[in-house]
């Protein structure tokens, strides 16, 4: 069994930065494949960014314009989101998840994540 723990939320003013962490237990990172995602108030959960289990190859979702970056830390087994450019329209709160795969193709979608960590709160005011 995983457990994903994830910090680093809390309250930005616009245009500034964060990083969220993703520490895992119970396995090691370097066989799972990991993503971000985000849920804001009234609307669904979405995709920030997907990365592979080797951390090669990632993936973003379509509006976030190259202000994020995920990336892992396999030997600290730990998965990072670093935010920049912060937005108000970022707010949410931000999940990290994780995936049984070796694919070399990060993994989109929702259904594909298995393990899921409590949520991190992010709110960036204007």
């Known amino acids: 069994q995983v457990q994903l723990v994830e910090s680093g939320g809390g309250l930005v003013q616009a245009g500034g930065s964060l990083r969220l962490s993703c520490a895992a237990s119970g396995r090691t990172f370097s066989s799972l494949s990991a993503g971000w995602f985000r849920q804001a108030p009234g609307k669904e959960r979405e995709l920030v960014a997907a990365?592979?289990?080797?951390?090669?190859?990632?993936h973003y979702g379509d509006s976030l314009n190259a202000r994020f970056t995920i990336f892992k830390d396999n030997p600290k087994n730990t998965v990072y989101l670093q935010m920049t450019s912060l937005k108000p329209e970022d707010t949410a709160v931000y999940y990290c998840a994780a995936a049984e795969t070796l694919s070399v193709y990060p993994r989109r979608f929702q259904n594909e994540y298995v393990y899921w960590g409590q949520g991190t709160q992010v709110t960036v005011s204007s």
């Open positions: 990365i592979n289990w080797n951390g090669v190859n990632t």
